[in-house]
C-alpha cells in the first residue's frame, strides 16, 4: 500500500505552541486578514486551502489554512514559517490584530488565538488581554504611571481586588503582601493562608473562583474535587484557582486529566471553571457538569466548545459483567454521542448490554431479535462495536448521568470509550480516502482505475459527482479526499463469511491503520462473492462504523466493481457507494430482506418467532412464521426508492437514492460528519 506520511492533527493543541520566527515570505505592508484559501483564512476541509491542508484543532475556531514548512522553509506571501513542537508551519504574519480574522489576535507577528494564560506564551512571556508580552520584573520596567504585577505592566491599585490573591492595596496604590502563607503555599487550614482559603484536598493556599480571569498568572481556575463529610470518599466539587498542570487550554480535546491545564478532562474536553458564558473563550459557553465521584455525583460548571468532536475518551477496561452498572456524563448541548466497546479478539464481540437515561429510559438492551425493536438500534460486531446515539428522530440525547453495562461473547474483559459530539449539525463534512486494489481488466471503461489516474479518471470523476448529488439531499459535502493504491492479491476478490467478517474483509478494513482524522475509508475490489447472497455489490464494516477510527476490522466501506458492469442497463454506481456509506454512518435498511431477522437460512430454523415487536412485521412460508425488519426512523417507508433500500433498485435517474429527514439527522448526528 502506497501511504503518505500523515501529520497528526488531533492532540496538537497549538494554543500552547512555542512561537519561533524562522524564514518567511513577507507582504511588503500586511493589509487586513487573509483572503479565502490563503494561509490563515478559515476552513472546513483541505479542498478549502491552496496549500491543501487545513487545521481542525479546538484551539482554531473555524479551522486554519497552514502549510508545512519542515523540508522547505518558503512560505507563500504574507505568511512566516514558525516552529511549533518540532512541526514548522508557515502562518499568516500580521503587524496588528486588524490584520487577523475575528476571533484572532496578533502575537508574536502571526495571527493566531488569544492566550488565556502564560502557557500559551513563549517560555518567559506572560499573557495579557489574550496577547503575549515580555514579563516585567520591576516597576520600572513599565511605562510611567503603571506598576508591574505578575510579570504585568498594569495601573496602580484602587481597591484590594486589583491586587494579587494574598494582597492588599495601600494608600500610595501598590499591593502590599497580606500577612499568612502566599498563593500556591502549603497548608492545612484557611486560617494559615494570606489568601483566606485552604483548598481541601490540593492543601495549597489559594481561593475561589468564576473562571481563569480570577486566578494569577500559573494558575487556571479548575475543579477541586473533596470529601466534604469526611468519611473517606470524595462526594463534592467547586471551583477554585488551581497550578496550571497540562499544557492543552479549556476547550480543546484531551483523554487524560494530567494533558489539561486545569487538570481537568471531562470525557474528552479540557474544562475550567465558570458562573456564566462569559467567563469562557470565545466559542463556548458555560454549562452545568455532573462530577462522576466515588461518593456522589456533584453539580459543576465549566467552559465547553459550542460545537465540537471530542477524542474517543477511555472509560476503562472492565470485566465480563451484565449486571454492574457504569456511568458518563453528558453535557447538555451534546448532540449525541458514541459509545464503544472492543477487545483484542477477531472472532469474539464486545458488547453494551444496556444503556440507559438520566431518567432511567432504556435507550437499548439486548434482545433476542438482533435489537430491531430497541429505541435506538445496535448491531454488535466482532473486535470494535460501536453504539450511536440517537439513531433515530424517536430518542433524544438527555443531558446528564447515563448508566451502562458490557460484557462479551467470551466473557472476557471489555474496553468501554466515549465520543461526544458538541452542538447539533445542521449540515456537514465527509472525508475520503479512496484505495484501489487491482482493478485491471473489469468492466470500468478507460484506463485502469488506481491511485495516479483517480483524479482525471473520466469514470470515477461521473461517479463521484453522482455521489455529491446523493450526499447533497442528506445536506452532506465531500470535503478532503486523498487516493491510495493498495496492493494485495489475496484482497482483490472478497468471499464474504455467513457466520461473520470473513478474514479478506477484517484484513482489507484493518490496512487503514495508517489513516488519521475523522474521514471514512473507501475499498474498490474486484468482486465481492457470497453463497448465500447472490451478488453483492457493496458492503460496509458496520452499522454504523467506527467513527474516525480507522485500523479496525470494520474501518472502511468495499465497493465491487461488479457495480461498472450493470451501467449500460441504467444502473448507478454512485447509488452503491452511498448506500454503504449510509449504513457506515449508521442507517438501517428501510426494509429488510425476507429472512432477515427472523429467519436462519444456514440452519432452516426461525429465529425471532411473530408476534413481532416493534419495528418488524411477520412473514409465513412454507408452515412457518418469522419477524422480518423495518426501520426504526418514524418517518422512514419501506419503498424501494429509498437509498437504503435492502436491494439494488437505482437508476441513473436517481429516484432510487431518496432520503427522509429523519435520516439525513441521523447521518448528521454521527461524529465523523465535521460541522
Not at 472509560?315 to 477487545?343: C, K, Q, V, W, Y
Request: charged share 20%; with cysteine; aromatic share 8%.
Amino acid at each position: 500500500m502506497s501511504l503518505p506520511a500523515v501529520l497528526p492533527r488531533i492532540g496538537i493543541f497549538l494554543l500552547v505552541l512555542s512561537l519561533l520566527t524562522a524564514c518567511s515570505n513577507d507582504r511588503a505592508v500586511v493589509q487586513g486578514p487573509p483572503a479565502a484559501g490563503e494561509i490563515g483564512a478559515a476552513c472546513t476541509s483541505d479542498a478549502d486551502c491552496t496549500s491543501d491542508y487545513c487545521l481542525l484543532d479546538p484551539s482554531f475556531q473555524d479551522g486554519y489554512c497552514i502549510q508545512k514548512c519542515d523540508a522547505n522553509p518558503s512560505c507563500p506571501e504574507g505568511s512566516t514559517c514558525h516552529d511549533y513542537f518540532n512541526y514548522k508551519f508557515c502562518m499568516d504574519r500580521c503587524d496588528a490584530d486588524t490584520d487577523c480574522r475575528k476571533d484572532y489576535v496578533c502575537t508574536y507577528g502571526v495571527c493566531r488565538p488569544p492566550c488565556n494564560n502564560s502557557a500559551g506564551c513563549d517560555k518567559g512571556d506572560t499573557c495579557l488581554n489574550g496577547h503575549c508580552k515580555a514579563k516585567c520584573t520591576a516597576d520600572t520596567d513599565c511605562p510611567s504611571g503603571e506598576r508591574c504585577q505578575d510579570g504585568k505592566c498594569i495601573p496602580p491599585c484602587k481597591g484590594d481586588s486589583d491586587c494579587l490573591p494574598g494582597f492588599s492595596c495601600d494608600t500610595s496604590g501598590n499591593c502590599k503582601p497580606k500577612k499568612g502563607k502566599g498563593m500556591g503555599e502549603a497548608c492545612t487550614s484557611s486560617s494559615q493562608c494570606a489568601t483566606a482559603y485552604c483548598l481541601p484536598t490540593r492543601k495549597i493556599c489559594s481561593i475561589n473562583c468564576k473562571g481563569s480571569a480570577d486566578c494569577p498568572d500559573g494558575y487556571v481556575c479548575g475543579l477541586e474535587a473533596f470529601d466534604k463529610d469526611n468519611n473517606g470518599s470524595k462526594d463534592s466539587a467547586e471551583a477554585d484557582c488551581v497550578p496550571v498542570k497540562g499544557k492543552v487550554a479549556a476547550g480543546a480535546n484531551c483523554t487524560a486529566d494530567a494533558s489539561c491545564a486545569s487538570e481537568h478532562c471531562h470525557y474528552g474536553f479540557c474544562v475550567e471553571g465558570c458562573q456564566a458564558t462569559a467567563d469562557c473563550q470565545t466559542g463556548q459557553r458555560c454549562v452545568e457538569l455532573n462530577i462522576l465521584l466515588k461518593g456522589a455525583a456533584p453539580k459543576y460548571k465549566g467552559c465547553l466548545r459550542n460545537a465540537a468532536v471530542g477524542p474517543y475518551y477511555p472509560l476503562g477496561t472492565f470485566p465480563n459483567s451484565m449486571s454492574t452498572f457504569r456511568g458518563f456524563d453528558i453535557p447538555p448541548h451534546a448532540g449525541s454521542f458514541i459509545l464503544t466497546t472492543e477487545m483484542n479478539s477477531l472472532s469474539e464481540v464486545p458488547l453494551v448490554g444496556l444503556l440507559k437515561d438520566p431518567a432511567g429510559k432504556t435507550v437499548m438492551t439486548m434482545d433476542s431479535c438482533y435489537q430491531y425493536s430497541q429505541p435506538n438500534r445496535y448491531s454488535p460486531r466482532e473486535q470494535f462495536s460501536t453504539l450511536l446515539v440517537p439513531n433515530t428522530t424517536s430518542v433524544s440525547v438527555v443531558p446528564g448521568l447515563y448508566s451502562y453495562t458490557v460484557g462479551s461473547s467470551d466473557g472476557k474483559a471489555v474496553t468501554a470509550k466515549l465520543q461526544i459530539k458538541l452542538g447539533k449539525a445542521a449540515k456537514g463534512t465527509l472525508n475520503l480516502n479512496w484505495f484501489f486494489l487491482n482493478l485491471a481488466s473489469t468492466c470500468i471503461p478507460g484506463a485502469t482505475l488506481n491511485a495516479s489516474s483517480a483524479k482525471s479518471h473520466a469514470w470515477l470523476l461521473k461517479l463521484r459527482i453522482n455521489l455529491k448529488a446523493i450526499l447533497t439531499q442528506a445536506k452532506l459535502t465531500v470535503g478532503s479526499e486523498k487516493f491510495y493504491d493498495l496492493k494485495d492479491p489475496a484482497l482483490d476478490v472478497l468471499n464474504l463469511s455467513m457466520t461473520g467478517l470473513s478474514t479478506e474483509l477484517q484484513k482489507l478494513f484493518s490496512s487503514s491503520n495508517k489513516m488519521t482524522g475523522r474521514s471514512i475509508n473507501i475499498f474498490f475490489v474486484r468482486d465481492i462473492k457470497a453463497s448465500y447472497a447472490g451478488t453483492v455489490l457493496g458492503i460496509a464494516g458496520g452499522i454504523p462504523g467506527p467513527p474516525g477510527k480507522h485500523g479496525t476490522v470494520h474501518s472502511g466501506v468495499a465497493m465491487s466493481m461488479k457495480t461498472a458492469c450493470y451501467e449500460p442497463y441504467g444502473y448507478n454506481p454512485a447509488h452503491t457507494l452511498a448506500h454503504e456509506l449510509g449504513h457506515y454512518l449508521g442507517l438501517s435498511h428501510n426494509q429488510e430482506s425476507e429472512q432477515v431477522p427472523g429467519f436462519s437460512q444456514s440452519t432452516n430454523q426461525v429465529i425471532c418467532p411473530c408476534p413481532c415487536g416493534a419495528n418488524m412485521t411477520c412473514v409465513t412460508k412454507s408452515g412457518k412464521s418469522w419477524c422480518r425488519g423495518e426501520d426504526h426512523i418514524p418517518d422512514t417507508t419501506t419503498s424501494s426508492k429509498n437509498l437504503m433500500y435492502w436491494a439494488a433498485e437505482s437508476t441513473q435517474s436517481f429516484d432510487g437514492n431518496q432520503l427522509t429527514d429523519g435520516q439525513i439527522k441521523t447521518m448528521l448526528n454521527n461524529p465523523v460528519v465535521g460541522f
